[in-house]
């Protein structure tokens, strides 16, 4: 069940009518469940309670600070791939030992940041960055603790831009060659190797891939303890799909089944990284239509949100179900394509989408908007970002504002040579 429901023919965001909310908030705008991200986080949490697993929420998902603050506050830590986003996290105050580093391309100063702040762990992508973290904490007189991102090479079934398990992939070091990279990392004097992590994908529907590679990064675990290379973490990474239209999304107890056959979490510590399971369906993002253009084949509603507001469908060619704030009962149905004003053919928003009759003016929700929506908005064309509404019973905040045109200017400057 989610907090999106119709009470009197008008969508409501948990007790709060979507109609209230734009009569003080220009459209377009993020609107998210309290109630709706405490439920997902709450009932993952409780799948897992038996097994030693500690959750760090992926916060390039949506890294609002309201929406980082929430998880913490339930006791997530922080899965994080860049200097901001460790500032963000630790603004909010999830502490340090709490935070895990991932990503392929961590450069020279945002790991002396991540060393200097003493973070739980670095995941390491590739030999040449061991070298660099290695020289990093020599140079800060540290011992950084570390551990490896191995690629399992493994197919998974999600679209090609989100896989991220094959060898073909820019991810992870490759099993079992990394072996040897583990051997020199133990002897090197600046670092300390605490663990393993994989993350296959993202929007997995099918646990399989996922089990097969749980099994290899166990086997690599219990080969490198057999070494003497005394591993005591499993990041086992994200990848949770969520249903946007009519997929059917792996369940919590599945997830923790397939833990429980595949890792020994009586002996080591399993660490979980999801970002889009905790918060896609707990957001919408709220348009207006502008226009209704008939082209002789098609017929476009041109809203006023955009793919900078929301870029998984032209990036992704990702479905998202759109409906009217306000139902209109009637039989008589009809195909658009809802696109923005952007000036490329590449902005749509939806395609085919079946509406009753829609008029300029009306309020539109796009569905399952919570992850990796604002938090992958631009300016492009120009356009200021959007607001962010975090709502909770009945009650909404502005969790980000929209700022004005004099904000999104006066980072620039014209040359010395042209004043
Ligand atoms: C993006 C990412 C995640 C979260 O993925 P979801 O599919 O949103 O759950 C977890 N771990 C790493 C290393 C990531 O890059």
Same mark, same amino acid.
């Given at each position: 069940m989610d907090y999106f429901n119709y009470k009197n023919g008008i969508l409501h965001v948990e007790d709060l009518s979507i109609n209230n909310i734009a009569r003080s908030i220009e459209t377009p705008f993020y609107c998210y469940s309290s109630t709706s991200m405490r439920k997902n986080y709450n009932d993952l949490s409780n799948s897992l309670s038996k097994l030693n697993t500690s959750i760090f929420y992926a916060i390039k998902a949506n890294s609002n600070l309201a929406i980082i603050k929430l998880f913490s506050d339930l006791g997530a830590g922080a899965d994080v791939v860049s200097e901001g986003e460790i500032r963000r996290a630790l603004k909010v105050g999830? %502490?340090?030992?709490?935070i895990i580093f991932s990503g392929v391309g961590k450069t020279k100063k945002e790991i002396s940041f991540a060393l200097n702040k003493e973070i739980l762990q670095i995941n390491i992508e590739s030999e040449s960055e061991l070298e660099l973290i290695n020289q990093t904490a020599l140079e800060l007189n540290k011992k950084a603790n570390v551990a490896f991102r191995i690629n399992p090479d493994i197919e998974v079934n999600t679209h090609e831009k989100i896989t991220?398990?094959?060898?073909?992939?820019?991810?992870g070091i490759p099993w079992p060659e990394a072996k040897e990279v583990f051997i020199k990392a133990s002897k090197m004097k600046n670092i300390n190797v605490i663990g393993l992590a994989i993350h296959i994908g993202s929007? +997995? +529907? /099918?646990l399989s891939p996922l089990e097969k590679a749980f099994k290899i990064v166990m086997d690599a675990t219990n080969e490198l303890l057999e070494l003497g290379i005394n591993v005591k973490n499993i990041d086992l990474g994200g990848g949770l799909g969520v249903k946007y239209v009519d997929e059917k999304p792996p369940n919590f107890n599945d997830y923790a089944d397939i833990i429980k056959k595949n890792i020994d979490y009586e002996n080591m510590n399993i660490f979980i990284e999801p970002g889009r399971r905790l918060v896609a369906n707990a957001g919408i993002l709220v348009t207006k239509v502008i226009y209704v253009k008939n082209n002789g084949k098609k017929t476009f +509603? @041109?809203?006023? =949100?955009?793919m900078n507001d929301l870029l998984r469908p032209s990036l992704y060619d990702a479905v998202h179900q759109i409906k009217p704030i306000q139902v209109r009962e009637s039989k008589n149905k009809k195909s658009f394509d809802i696109v923005g %004003? @952007?000036?490329?053919? *590449? /902005? @749509? +928003?939806?395609?085919?989408i079946m509406l009753d009759e829609i008029l300029p003016e009306e309020l539109l929700s796009i569905h399952?908007? *919570? =992850?990796y929506g604002s938090a992958m908005s631009s300016n492009y064309n120009s356009r200021l970002l959007v607001p962010e509404i975090l709502v909770q019973n009945r009650d909404f905040a502005i969790i980000r504002k929209r700022p004005t045109y004099d904000e999104m200017l006066k980072i620039e400057k014209l040359a010395k040579w042209q004043v």
């Open positions: 999830i %502490p340090n030992n709490k991220t398990g094959k060898k073909e992939n820019k991810f929007q +997995l +529907l /099918d +509603l @041109i809203v006023d =949100a955009a %004003p @952007i000036c490329e053919s *590449g /902005d @749509i +928003l939806a395609k085919n399952s908007a *919570g =992850a």
